[in-house]
Structure formats: C-alpha cells, structure tokens
C-alpha cells in the first residue's frame, strides 16, 4: 500500500530555493509515476512536474521550466522537487501522488493518480 508524506515546505523570498520530498512509506514506490501537484485557494489543482516509475522520463509544467527539477531515489522509496528561483506565483499547497504503471498515460496527463499526500505549504514572499 502507497503510503506519502511530504516535507519541505516553509516560508522563504522571492528568487530563494526549497526541496520538497515525498515519501513512501509503504515502500511499494518503485513501480508508480510520481507527480507533484499544487493548489491555491480558489483554484484547481495543478500538476507541476512527474517523473515515471523508472525515473527515465521526466516532465514539468511550463511554468516551472528551468526551475524545478524532480528525481526519485528507489532505495529510499523518494521523490524530490528541487524548486530554485521561487516566484511569489509558486506560493500554493504542494502535494505528491502516485500513479501505477500499468496506467499508460503520459506525464503530462494530470488524471489516474490513486494515492496522495497531506500536502506541504510554501509560501514566496517578495
């Protein structure tokens, strides 16, 4: 059973970096995507960036290009979102989830996760 916590989150500037982590505590991670989304209030939740089972693909959302990076370390059943250069728009909930690999669809697909974390607030002020 897919069981994820995240951590990392804070309160930090405009221009800062944070590392957000995901982990499982299941340990049965290696065989799901694993997607970081985020929300605001008001708002719709918003895949930010995924990386596959394997860790062989990987994607992020425009709107974080050049600034996030995502890997995963199977051996500590983790995920990591290395977020640099934080504008005071990525201010949002963060949330992992993973979705299995026997659901074939392409990163960039934001549906078919099954199993989510509590969420981890992070804040940008200017």
């Known amino acids: 059973q897919v069981q994820l916590a995240e951590s990392g989150g804070g309160l930090v500037q405009t221009g800062d970096s944070l590392r957000l982590s995901c982990v499982d505590s299941g340990r049965t991670f290696s065989n799901y995507d694993v997607g970081w989304f985020r929300q605001v209030p008001g708002k719709e939740r918003e895949l930010v960036s995924a990386i596959s089972w394997s860790g062989e693909r990987i994607y992020h959302a425009d709107f974080v290009k050049g600034r996030f990076a995502i890997s995963r370390n199977h051996a500590k059943s983790t995920v990591s979102l290395t977020m640099d250069r934080l504008k005071r728009e990525d201010s949002a909930v963060y949330y992992c989830?993973?979705?299995?690999?026997?659901?074939?669809?392409?990163?960039?697909?934001?549906?078919?996760?099954?199993?989510w974390g509590q969420g981890t607030q992070v804040t940008v002020s200017t």
């Open positions: 989830a993973a979705r299995s690999r026997d659901i074939f669809a392409g990163l960039e697909v934001p549906g078919g996760y099954a199993y």
